[in-house]
C-alpha cells in the first residue's frame, strides 16, 4: 500500500535561513508525489509537483522539491525562508491504480523566527 | 472565482444528532473528495467521487456517507454523529482528466465539527 512519512513534526528556523522539509513515500512503482501547504484556518494550497522528468521541481513562493528514487524521497527545499512561510507542509503521494485516492503524510508544522 | 466553498465553518453538535456537512465547487470539477484532519494523523480520505452519480470509499469511511447528484455538491453526512468522530473536515475536487493520481487538487476552507 501507499504511504507517505514526513519524520519531523515540527521545525523551527529562523528568516532569512535554508529550509529543508522531509518526505519519504513507499510505491511499487514511480509515485505522482505533491507538496501542499496550509496557512492558520485555511486549506490546502499546492506547492509543486512531480510526475516524471526533471527530478527538481520548482513551486510557488521560491519552493524546490527534489525527487530521489533511490531514497524514497522527495524533500522540499527553499534557500532563504520569510516569515510567511509559517504554515503546515503536508508531502502526498498520488496512487496510479487507485483511481484519484491521495495519501497524505501527517504534516511538519514550520515556525519562522525573527 | 469562489472555488470551493463548505458549510457551516463551524458546529457544535450532540451525540447520536445526524449531521450533513455542504460543499459546493464552482469549477466543474469532475471529482470531488472529503477529508478529516486530525492532530497527529494528517489528511485521511473518507469518500471521494471520480464523476456525477459515483462515488467510492477511502481510507476512514465507516460513519460518513456521501451523494453525487450533479457534478458541484457533494454533500457528507454524519448518520449518528460519535464524539471520535470531532475533526476539521475538507471538501476538495480536481479535474480529473485521467483519474490516475496526477491531479491537483483544490480545496475548501474546512468545516470545524465538535460531537459532544
Known amino acids: 500500500a501507499q504511504s507517505v512519512t514526513q519524520p519531523d513534526i515540527h521545525i523551527t528556523v529562523s528568516e532569512g535561513a535554508s529550509l529543508e522539509l522531509r518526505c519519504n513515500y513507499s510505491y511499487g512503482a514511480t509515485p505522482y508525489l505533491f507538496w501542499y501547504v496550509q496557512s492558520p484556518g485555511q486549506g490546502l494550497q499546492l506547492l509543486l509537483k512531480?510526475?516524471?522528468?526533471?527530478?527538481l521541481v520548482q513551486g510557488i513562493k521560491g519552493f524546490e522539491a527534489e525527487f530521489k528514487r533511490s531514497q524514497s524521497s522527495f524533500n522540499l527545499r527553499k534557500p532563504s525562508v520569510h516569515w510567511s512561510d509559517a504554515a503546515e507542509y503536508f508531502c502526498?503521494?498520488?496512487?496510479?491504480?487507485?483511481?484519484?485516492?491521495?495519501?497524505f503524510g501527517t504534516g511538519t508544522s514550520l515556525t519562522v523566527i525573527p | 472565482i469562489a472555488g470551493i466553498t463548505q458549510a457551516p465553518t463551524s458546529q457544535i453538535l450532540a451525540a447520536g444528532r445526524r449531521m450533513t456537512l455542504r460543499c459546493t465547487q464552482d469549477m466543474r470539477h469532475n471529482a470531488m473528495y472529503w477529508y478529516r484532519q486530525d492532530l497527529g494523523l494528517g489528511l485521511r480520505l473518507i469518500h471521494y467521487?471520480?464523476?456525477?452519480?459515483?462515488?467510492g470509499k477511502g481510507e476512514v469511511p465507516d460513519g460518513y456517507s456521501v451523494s453525487r447528484a450533479n457534478t458541484d455538491d457533494f454533500p457528507l453526512t454524519l448518520a449518528s454523529a460519535v464524539p471520535s468522530q470531532t475533526s476539521v473536515y475538507f471538501c476538495a475536487s480536481s479535474d480529473s482528466l485521467n483519474m490516475a493520481g496526477m491531479d491537483t487538487q483544490y480545496f475548501g476552507p474546512g468545516t470545524r465539527l465538535t460531537v459532544l
Open positions: 512531480y510526475f516524471s522528468g526533471d527530478t
Open positions: 467521487s471520480n464523476t456525477a452519480g459515483t462515488t
Open positions: 502526498a503521494v498520488g496512487a496510479r491504480n487507485t483511481g484519484n485516492q491521495f495519501y
